[in-house]
């Protein structure tokens, strides 16, 4: 097996979802100033111990996104029952399905971790200026609750009411998010498949 690192921009890819790494590196608005395709350095030796969490098989990494299925249980009901009461089949199903992107089995299995229980949070990670924002929101049900909501609440040193939101872009799977979309709505349909929400926010340059 041949073990190896990705850098990009000369940053460490830290791990995280292919998917939420464009969301960070793609910068433009534009598809004629676009900076695809990426130009990505593979190292193959001096793996950097210190900076990321080296995965020995693919067994290491199945355990790690089940322990990510688990905090975002955990932040989710205020408890993990949902995801340790699933059965080994379904744990099994529900990994299979993601390594072969079999989306139907995996929705079928998944979505029994997201419903039939009130949520007293919301899972979800917001990356703004190289700095990643996970607290506690226990709004999550009240009525009207949207994704500006979300934002005053974590990001009150950058935002306000009266903040021009029009100058930032708001983004999770490629997409500009309205910062009028219900924030539960957006848990319930646009989480990745760890369950958290990964939402990075960028202000427009001109």
């Not at 190896?4 to 292919?18: C, G, I, P, R």
């Not at 979505?111 to 190289?130: D, G």
Request: proline residues 2%; charged residues 20%.
């Amino acid at each position: 097996m041949v073990l190896y690192k990705l850098m990009y921009t000369n940053v460490y890819n830290k791990h995280y979802a292919v998917g939420l790494l464009y969301d960070i590196f793609e910068n433009s608005q534009n598809s004629e100033k676009s900076i695809l395709p990426w130009e990505i350095t593979i190292h193959f030796s001096d793996f950097p111990k210190n900076k990321l969490l080296k995965f020995k098989n693919l067994d290491t990494l199945k355990d790690t996104y089940f322990t990510t299925l688990k905090e975002s249980d955990y932040m989710r009901y205020g408890n993990a029952n949902k995801i340790m009461c699933l059965s080994l089949e379904d744990q099994s199903s529900l990994w299979n399905s993601l390594c072969k992107l079999d989306f139907k089995n995996f929705w079928n299995i998944n979505s029994k971790l997201l419903a039939n229980t009130p949520w007293l949070n919301i899972s979800a990670r917001i990356y703004y200026n190289n700095t990643v924002i996970q607290e506690r929101f226990v709004d999550i049900n009240e009525e009207g609750i949207t994704l500006k909501n979300l934002i005053l609440s974590w990001c009150s040193e950058d935002f306000n009411e009266n903040s021009n939101f029009d100058n930032y872009r708001f983004i999770l799977h490629g997409l500009n998010i309205s910062i009028d979309t219900p924030l539960l709505w957006l848990g319930q349909y646009l989480s990745y498949p760890d369950n958290w929400l990964h939402i990075v926010i960028k202000q427009i340059k001109e």
